[in-house]
C-alpha cells in the first residue's frame, strides 16, 4: 500500500464519518446517507485501482449479482420487516468478513510483493491471528444474525431457547474459538487448515449459542450488538489484509454499534453479560418461595397480587361479557338504536373532552401494524385542537428507534415524538394517556418490585396520569412477565382490549 | 503491507471518533443509524474485491474465485441493501417537511 493510498484511505474515512455526522439531524441525514455510500463507492473503485484488478472479471459478476439482490431487497421490503431486514443485512457483511478471513487464513489473495513482504518482515503471525479473528467474529455474527433475524421474523421462537448444560456450552465453544485463533499464531500448513476449520465451526456453535437464548425483548441490545460486531469483524479482515479503509470503516461502525448497546443495556437497566452468558430475563420469581422466613410484608404483597390477580380475571370475563352483550345490541339492533349510551365513562368520552393528550406506543403496536390508525386518532384529536404528543420509551419495540420509524412512516411529525426525559414530568400534567401496545416501558412496578426483572429499569410515568387508556391485546405481562398495577387502578383507566387496530378504529368513531 | 501496530492505531482512533461522533444521533433516529451503519459494514467489499482479485491474477484456482466470490455478493448485498433501506426510511422522516 502506497502513501497516496493511505491518504486516499484516511480522506474517504473522513468522508465516512462526516456523513455520519450529519445523520443526527433529520434535515441532513439523506444527504448524510447518500455522503457515506459514495464515500464507500470511491473506496471500491480506489481498490479496484491500486490493487491492479480491474480486469477480473468475476468482481464484476458478483457485484452485480449482490447489488441486484440487495436493491430488490431494499426496494420491497416493508417499513414492519425492518428489525429483522437490518438483522439479516448485518449477517451477511458478517458473513463476507467471516470469507475474506478465510482467504487470507490460506493465504489467498496477496499479491506476489504482499507475500514477499509478510515473509521479509515477520508480519505471518499477525496476517494468520487476524484472519482467523476475523473468520470468528464474522461468523458468530452471520449465525448469531441469522438467529436474530429469525426470532424476529417468527420463523424461530421468540421465547429464549435453553438447551442442556446451555451456559457451560456457550462458555465452552467461546474458549474453543479463542483456543483455535490463537493456535493459529504459531502453526502453518495442514495445521492452519485444522485451525481455520476449528474456528469456523467453534464460532458459529457459538454464535448459535448465545443468540438463540435471547428472547424477543432483548432484541434491541442483541441487534445493536451484532451490528458492532460486523464492523470489528471488517475491521480485523481488513488488518489481515491490510487495508486502512477497511479497518478505519469497520472501526467506527464498531464504535456505533457498541454505543447503540450501551445506550439499549441502560434503557433496560440490564446488563450486556447477563444477556449474554447468564441468560435472559426469566420471569419474575415467584413470590412465594423466599419470604416464609424473613419477611412478612412480601408474603402479604404475594397474597395482594394473587388477588389481583383473581379481581383481573373477573374484570376480563366482565369485559368479555359486556363486548359481547354489545355486539348482540349491535346485531339485534340495526342501526337503529344509539348504543353507546349507556356507557358513560368510556374511553372515547374521556378522549372528546380531553385536551392534552400522550400516546405510549410500543411492540405491540408494531405487531397489530396499528401505526396509520394512532395517526387517525392523531389526527381526529388535533382536528378538534386537542394537543397530541408521542412518548418513546428507548426500547419500545425491537430495534433502537423502532416506534420513530413506524411513526415517520404513518406520517407522524417527528416533532411530536419526545424522548422519555423529556417528556415524563408531563405525565402528570396531561388529560389522558393512550398507551397502544406497551406494558414493560410503562410498568410502575419497575420502580418498587425489587428482584424482578424489570426492577430499576426506567419507565414512562403513565401511572401519574389521570386517565389512561390500555389498548393492549390482552392483559397478560408484557415480557419481563411483572404483573403491571396500571391495570388493575381503581380509577381512570380504561382498558380496551384486542386487536390494536380495531380498537382504535372504534375509538376514533366513539370521540364525539 | 502496513505495519500491525499503524493498522490498530488506526481502529482505535476511528473508533474514538466514531464514538464521540455518534453520540450527537438522537434516539429518533437511531434505527435509520443502525441501519447506515449495518451498510457501511459492508465496506469489506474492499477487501473481499482485493483479494478474489489478487487471487484471480494469480491463478489460485476455482475454490478461490467461489469464496471470493461469494463474499463480494454478500457484502454488495449488505452495501446495497443497507443503504437502499437508510434512504428509504430516512425519506419517510423527510417527507412532512415539504
Known amino acids: ?512 | 503491507m502496513i505495519h500491525p501496530l499503524i493498522l490498530i492505531s488506526v481502529f482505535i482512533v476511528c473508533t474514538v471518533l466514531g464514538y464521540f461522533i455518534i453520540r450527537n444521533v438522537p434516539s429518533l433516529l437511531h434505527t435509520p443509524l443502525m441501519s447506515g451503519m449495518n451498510a457501511l459494514s459492508g465496506v469489506t467489499i474492499v477487501g473481499a474485491i482485493g483479494a478474489t482479485g489478487l487471487a484471480f491474477l494469480s491463478g489460485s484456482g476455482p475454490l478461490a474465485q467461489i469464496v471470493g466470490g461469494l463474499a463480494i455478493a454478500l457484502a454488495a448485498v449488505n452495501v446495497f441493501g443497507g443503504f437502499g433501506v437508510t434512504h428509504r426510511m430516512l425519506m419517510m422522516f423527510n417527507k412532512k417537511k415539504k
Open chain 1, 1 to 512: 500500500m502506497s502513501a497516496i493510498q493511505i491518504i486516499i484511505s484516511a480522506v474517504l474515512a473522513v468522508l465516512v464519518l462526516a456523513g455520519i455526522s450529519m445523520m443526527s439531524k433529520v434535515k441532513t441525514a439523506v444527504a448524510g446517507n447518500l455522503l457515506s455510500a459514495l464515500a464507500m463507492l470511491c473506496g471500491v473503485v480506489a481498490t479496484l485501482l491500486f490493487t491492479g484488478v480491474v480486469s477480473v472479471w468475476t468482481v464484476y459478476v458478483a457485484i452485480l449479482i449482490g447489488a441486484l439482490v440487495g436493491s430488490l431487497m431494499a426496494t420491497r421490503v416493508q417499513m414492519i420487516q425492518m428489525p429483522q431486514t437490518v438483522a439479516l443485512f448485518n449477517g451477511l457483511g458478517g458473513g463476507a468478513s467471516a470469507l475474506v478471513g478465510i482467504l487470507s487464513a490460506l493465504g489467498i489473495g496477496f499479491s506476489e510483493a504482499q507475500a514477499h513482504e509478510i515473509v521479509l518482515h515477520g508480519y505471518g503471525p499477525f496476517v494468520q491471528f487476524t484472519a482467523l479473528l476475523a473468520v470468528a467474529v464474522g461468523m458468530v455474527t452471520l449465525v448469531g444474525s441469522l438467529v436474530a433475524a429469525g426470532k424476529l421474523h417468527r420463523i424461530l421462537p421468540q421465547k429464549p431457547v435453553v438447551w442442556k448444560c446451555h451456559s457451560l456450552c456457550t462458555l465452552l465453544f467461546l474458549v474453543l474459538t479463542l483456543g483455535f485463533v490463537i493456535t493459529g499464531i504459531f502453526v502453518s500448513g495442514a495445521a492452519m487448515t485444522v485451525c481455520l476449520v476449528g474456528t469456523l465451526v467453534a464460532a458459529s456453535l457459538f454464535g448459535l449459542w448465545f443468540s438463540v437464548r435471547v428472547g424477543g425483548a432483548d432484541m434491541p441490545i442483541t441487534i445493536s450488538l451484532l451490528n458492532s460486531l460486523s464492523g470489528v469483524a471488517g475491521s480485523i479482515a481488513g488488518m489481515a489484509i491490510s487495508d486502512v479503509f477497511l479497518v478505519a470503516v469497520g472501526g467506527i461502525v464498531g464504535a456505533s454499534g457498541l454505543l447503540l448497546t450501551q445506550i439499549m443495556c441502560r434503557a433496560m437497566n440490564r446488563k450486556l453479560m447477563s444477556i449474554l452468558v447468564g441468560g435472559t430475563a426469566k420471569p419474575a420469581p415467584k413470590q412465594p418461595q423466599t419470604p416464609v422466613k424473613e419477611n412478612e410484608e412480601l408474603v402479604k404483597r404475594a397474597m395482594d397480587l394473587e388477588k389481583k390477580i383473581k379481581e383481573l380475571e373477573a374484570m376480563v370475563a366482565d369485559l368479555e361479557a359486556r363486548v359481547q352483550t354489545l355486539h348482540g345490541q349491535l346485531a339485534g339492533a340495526a342501526q337503529a338504536q344509539p348504543a353507546a349510551q349507556e356507557e358513560k365513562p368510556t374511553a372515547a368520552g374521556v378522549l372528546s373532552k380531553a385536551k392534552d393528550v400522550i400516546i405510549v406506543p410500543g411492540y405491540g403496536m408494531a405487531l397489530a401494524q396499528a401505526q396509520h390508525q394512532v395517526r387517525q386518532l392523531a389526527d381526529k384529536l388535533e382536528s378538534r385542537g386537542v394537543r397530541v404528543r408521542y412518548a418513546i420509551h428507548p426500547v419500545a419495540g425491537r430495534m433502537p428507534g423502532h416506534m420513530n420509524v413506524l411513526l415517520a412512516e404513518a406520517d407522524v411529525d417527528y416533532e411530536k415524538l419526545y424522548e422519555m426525559e423529556a417528556i415524563n414530568d408531563d405525565f402528570k400534567k396531561v388529560d389522558a394517556v393512550v398507551v397502544i401496545g406497551a406494558n414493560d416501558v410503562l410498568n410502575p412496578a419497575a420502580r418498587e418490585a425489587v428482584g424482578t426483572p424489570i426492577y430499576g429499569m426506567p419507565v414512562l410515568n403513565v401511572d401519574e396520569a389521570p386517565e389512561v387508556i390500555v389498548c393492549n391485546y390482552d392483559l397478560k405481562p408484557g415480557y419481563a412477565g411483572v404483573e403491571n398495577p396500571i391495570y388493575t387502578r381503581e380509577k381512570g383507566v380504561y382498558l380496551e382490549l384486542g386487536d390494536a387496530k380495531e380498537t382504535l378504529m372504534r375509538l376514533i368513531s366513539g370521540i364525539a
